[in-house]
Every structure is written in C-alpha cells, then in structure tokens.
C-alpha cells in the first residue's frame, strides 16, 4: 500500500514509508489503550485489547520491515543512517504511544496523567 505511493529513494534512503506507517501506527495503539482501558462504563470484552492492539494495530506497523529496512541500509554501507533510523524510529515511536493516550484523554475529558489536573 504506503510504499507504492512513497516508494524508497533507492538503497541507502532512509525508509520514511515505514517509518510513518510505524509511528502512526503507534499513535492509534495509544488511543486504543486509553479507550479500552479508561474510556469506558463497563470493562471491554477480555479478548479486544489483544485483537485490536496486538492484531489488527500490531498487523498495521510494520515492525518487521523496520528490521529488514535497518539491515538493508547497513548492507548499503550507511550504518549511521541505520543507527538514526533505529534510534529515531523508536523514539518516535513511544512518543507517539503517548501524545496518542494523551490527546485521547484530553479529547474525552479522562485525568491525564502527570498533567495540570494531577497524577491519574
């Protein structure tokens, strides 16, 4: 899908396609989490965190070809750009995990957690 409208610069690009898709991703497995796990009058099914979050969101990032992409450009002589795809996309990664849950319980007017309205 993502990588037939931003294709690769070639073998040594930084891989912005899977970087997005991964960091988007990640976005929405933070919005998912607070939902199910505060947004609610009564508890989810048992069975929906692991399908919407392990499955569905963890089928959309693209964690693996993180890998393959990290391994291909240091096949490609760029290791410092391989170590700031590593190190950027994780950050990037967590970050939004959290600007996900945080906008969230803004959004839903849940207490975030660590913010002006106190510790959650």
């Given at each position: 899908?993502?990588?037939?409208?931003?294709?690769?610069?070639?073998?040594?690009?930084?891989?912005w396609t899977t970087?997005?898709?991964?960091?988007?991703?990640?976005?929405?497995?933070?919005?998912?989490m607070v939902l199910?796990?505060?947004?609610?009058?009564?508890?989810?099914?048992?069975?929906?965190?692991?399908?919407?979050?392990?499955?569905?969101?963890?089928?959309?990032?693209?964690?693996?070809?993180?890998?393959?992409?990290?391994?291909?450009?240091?096949?490609?002589g760029e290791a410092?750009?391989?170590?700031?795809?590593?190190?950027?996309?994780?950050?990037?990664?967590?970050?939004?995990?959290?600007?996900?849950?945080?906008?969230?319980?803004?959004?839903?007017?849940?207490?975030?957690?660590?913010?002006?309205?106190?510790?959650?």
């Amino acid at each position: 899908g993502a990588s037939l409208l931003w294709p690769a610069a070639g073998p040594g690009a930084f891989p912005w396609t899977t970087f997005w898709t991964n960091v988007a991703g990640c976005a929405l497995i933070g919005v998912l989490m607070v939902l199910i796990s505060e947004g609610g009058r009564t508890a989810p099914h048992p069975l929906v965190r692991p399908f919407a979050g392990v499955g569905v969101l963890g089928g959309f990032t693209t964690f693996s070809t993180y890998a393959a992409d990290f391994s291909r450009l240091l096949d490609a002589g760029e290791a410092g750009r391989a170590l700031a795809y590593a190190g950027l996309t994780l950050v990037a990664a967590l970050g939004a995990v959290g600007a996900g849950a945080g906008l969230t319980r803004l959004a839903t007017g849940l207490p975030v957690r660590g913010g002006p309205r106190g510790r959650a």
